[in-house]
């Protein structure tokens, strides 16, 4: 982000204390921008960092988010926060329509009060297409369908320059709790001799597109500056791997055997996600610069200087 087209380069990160929370304090902080993330729950505030500070605020209050939004005044707003496991949302379906739809809408709200303030709606790639409710096929792909409908629709009513991201799935080094992240885990608990069990993978064949967190900063960064209001836009690699090769890769990392702890799934309940390329960043010059190799590396690593006491 160029900090000298900035008078007041203040960016407000929600869901600061997650994966790509922590990610996005660290980026953005790291270009001299003044960081603001919100966590909802002050026992998971991140240590305390240059150019970052947090508040403490859950996005379903709307007082809160009215007196932080008039306080802060944000040139800019990366809305992270939510929820977002898929086998959670079964359980509690209407939690995952408050946290990812109302959040969104209440913070919306909040910043109508600041017209120019720029603003970035992490969605995903997961989300249900409510053209045909049919086809819905997990609670937590309608709740991101609604936000995004909300969001769009928010800027075309109340004209608020407003952009979403559809995310493929983020992986890298951090407290993430999705599928690469939980096989680091398994693994760097074998390493460490506490016999963690079997670690089921639904298909070898199941494909998913993997970007790295940081490079997804890096385009929530282009949106952000240059993204058109009301649009949605890709953030993916545009290369799918099977689940097969991450896990044979990440295993062949590890410092120990753990081909009998792996559980394979049925190859007939793959799932494929449908081929995307992120062509509007692409043609500003994104591009992903960490392989995939370097990612599910870096990731385990994590873990294993976490398991280590390191920081």
């Known amino acids: 982000m160029d900090k000298k087209s900035l008078k007041t380069p203040v960016i407000l990160i929600t869901g600061a204390s997650g994966f790509t929370g922590m990610n996005a304090c ?3 902080a790291s270009i001299g921008m003044n960081v603001v993330g919100l966590i909802r729950d002050s026992h998971s505030q991140p240590k305390s960092r240059n150019n970052v500070s947090y508040y403490q605020c859950d996005l379903l209050d709307k007082q809160r988010l ?5 306080s802060l005044k944000p040139d800019y707003v990366l809305h992270l926060g939510g929820k977002n ?5 079964w359980e509690h379906p209407v939690r995952y329509i408050e946290a990812n739809v109302m959040g969104t809408v209440y913070l919306l709200d909040a910043l109508r009060q600041l017209p120019q303030c720029r603003i970035l709606v992490a969605g995903s790639r997961l989300k249900a297409s409510l053209e045909a409710p049919e086809r819905v096929v997990h609670p937590y792909g309608l709740s991101k369908g609604l936000q995004q409908v909300a969001a769009r629709s928010w800027s075309a009513l109340f004209k608020q ?41 639904s298909a070898r064949k199941a494909v998913r597109d993997f970007l790295d967190v940081r490079d ?3 385009a929530y960064q282009l949106l952000l500056e240059q993204g058109e209001s009301g649009r949605a836009y890709p ?34 309940a793959a799932v494929a996600e449908q081929p995307q390329r992120a062509e509007w960043l692409e043609a500003r010059g994104w591009s992903p610069s960490i392989s995939l190799a370097q990612s599910l590396s870096d990731c385990l690593n994590y873990f294993r200087d976490r398991e280590e006491g390191k920081t």
């Open 85 to 89: 496991a898929v086998s959670e949302s």
């Open 235 to 268: 953030v993916c690699s545009g290369t799918e791997q099977e689940f097969g090769t991450v896990v044979e890769y990440m295993l062949s990392l590890s410092k120990s055997d753990l081909q009998a702890e792996i559980e394979w799934g049925q190859d007939g």
């Open 26 to 28: 660290l980026h953005f």
């Open 161 to 201: 320059e407003i952009v979403t991201a559809e995310s493929s799935n983020l992986i890298g080094p951090g407290p993430s709790t999705g599928f690469c992240a939980l096989l680091a885990r398994h693994i760097v608990r074998s390493e460490r001799k506490e016999s963690p069990g079997f670690f089921r993978v």
């Open 216 to 218: 997804a900063m890096r």
């Open 66 to 70: 009215q007196e932080i939004a008039a």
